[in-house]
């Protein structure tokens, strides 16, 4: 069973000229089995709340908690948090010259289970997590990220995710660059990620699209820094219809 508690989450992020808040007080509970869709226009925080979470040195939580099944994840290293079970993908993976795919998934997974996986079984783990993801068996020789095309390096992720089965996951923009050949077996895997019921997944994302092979639980409306609005998969047609301009107006009136 996997709950992430997101309770009043101000965060500021740390600049050249200094800090600046960007996180206004988050509230947000994702229970096992439920996927929780973050949708809101560009430079709205939903990257800050991702590497808040995850533990960025660049963000700074100022106040407000965010926990994992009751564990208190906030004063914790990135590498404790993933142990706790906590799984970011990113919005612009970074790439990790000279470590392959296969070396960098080992080594991840023999962190989170603190012993080194069994070579047989985990090989074929790799192969049919890659082979989900309708990647190459070749694949797994590559640098990670390392000239990957945007398709690869998402679905890249999603075998990540598979493979590494945390509590929680947060990803970002998972659906920004895929073409729709892609977008379907990202969101498939995905998908397969959340069937088992007790896995929470917050899916952020600006637009919709990818929300037609995914089925929100829960749909919030993110502008500047807060949650403003929620509701079930029906916001998520009328933010298509009608976009973030009305939401965009009341936050600024009522600041
Ligand atoms: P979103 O993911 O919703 O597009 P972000 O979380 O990336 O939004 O950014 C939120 C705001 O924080 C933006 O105004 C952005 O310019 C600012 N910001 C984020 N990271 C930094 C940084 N390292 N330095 C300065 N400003 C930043
Ligand atoms: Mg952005
Ligand atoms: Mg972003």
């Known amino acids: 069973m996997s709950t992430l508690v997101i309770s009043d989450l101000h965060v500021d992020v740390l600049t050249e000229s200094g800090p600046k ?58 590498d404790e948090r993933a142990r706790e079970g906590l799984f970011l993908a990113m919005q612009y993976p970074v790439e990790v010259p000279g470590v392959s795919v296969a070396n960098f998934l080992r080594t991840a997974k023999t962190a989170l289970d603190g012993e080194a996986p069994k070579i047989r079984t985990w090989v074929k783990d790799v192969e049919k997590a890659l082979g989900n ?19 690869e390096k998402k679905r890249h992720e999603i075998a990540q995710l598979e493979l590494l089965n945390p509590k929680a996951a947060i990803l970002d923009e998972t659906d920004s660059g895929l073409d729709i050949d892609a977008l379907r077996v990202v969101s498939d895997g995905v998908n397969r990620f959340t ?42 047609d009328k933010l298509e219809a009608e976009g973030y301009e009305s939401y965009v107006k009341a936050a600024a009136a009522a600041v």
């Open 133 to 151: 993801m309708q990647l190459d068996k070749t694949f797994s020789a590559r640098s990670v990220n390392e000239g990957f095309s945007g398709g």
């Open 21 to 78: 808040e960007i996180l206004k007080g988050v509230n947000l509970t994702a229970r096992p089995g439920e996927i929780h869709a973050i949708m809101g226009p560009n430079g709205s925080g939903k990257s800050t709340l991702a590497y808040a979470i995850a533990g960025h040195p660049n963000y700074k939580i100022t106040s407000g908690s965010v926990t994992l099944d009751g564990v208190e994840l906030t004063e914790m290293t990135v």
């Open 195 to 236: 069937a088992s019921g007790d896995r929470a997944l917050l899916l952020i994302t600006h637009y919709t699209r990818i929300l037609r092979y995914i089925e929100p639980t829960f749909v919030h409306v993110f502008i500047d820094g807060r949650i403003v609005d929620e509701g079930g998969r029906e916001l998520a």
